[in-house]
């Protein structure tokens, strides 16, 4: 087979720089590059062109900056291998189960804060409570009769209900326990009796 003539071929007894460096480059068709290679299979002196045009391209991607991977902010990320996939569905489950954990956790909700209501309205000052937290009313009523009704309900500053809920007699008191928290501000505690009748109501300060 004959050396090509035009720019992909070559006069005897050399191809050109030119068709050298496109081979090297693998820039040939493959029907061009064939004859080529028969050539330098006999010649040395192109055989260390196209070695020279090899080490020039190879150094040159050497001395270009690589792009940055986007995986380079996980540099201790270690490498899943096939051992370690085995524990991948062990390490999947102990993540649910705590994840699990703390959402019960945080749903709970706190231990409500024990608030006494001994004055009614206008005869001392308001209770105290905090605000934010559920609360644990205790209510003092001597007079109560063990098989009583009551409910109570919490009214703000302007007179707007806020909770209501049954009150129950223990150890001689009745506790109504709230899990509405408060928001600041001057609360009134109004205790009802069977028949809706109004029996006492308490001041309370929320902060």
Known sequence: MGMPLNKYQ?????????????YALCRLPEAVAAPIEEHLLICHRCQDAVAATEEFAAALRCALPRPASRWSIFPRLPRLTTGSMTLAPALVLTLGMFL????HAAQQPSTPVAVNLTSMRGLSALASAPAGKP???SIDLPDQSSA??????VVDAAGSPVWKGAASSIDGELVATMFQPLGSGVYWIRLYGKHA???????????
């Open 148 to 153: 009583g009704e009551y409910r109570v309900e």
């Open 100 to 103: 699990a954990v703390w959402n």
């Open 135 to 137: 609360l644990r009313l």
């Open 10 to 22: 070559c006069d005897p007894p050399h191809p050109s720089d030119e068709i050298l460096e496109d």
């Open 197 to 207: 009748e109004l029996l006492r109501e308490f001041g309370l300060s929320a902060k």
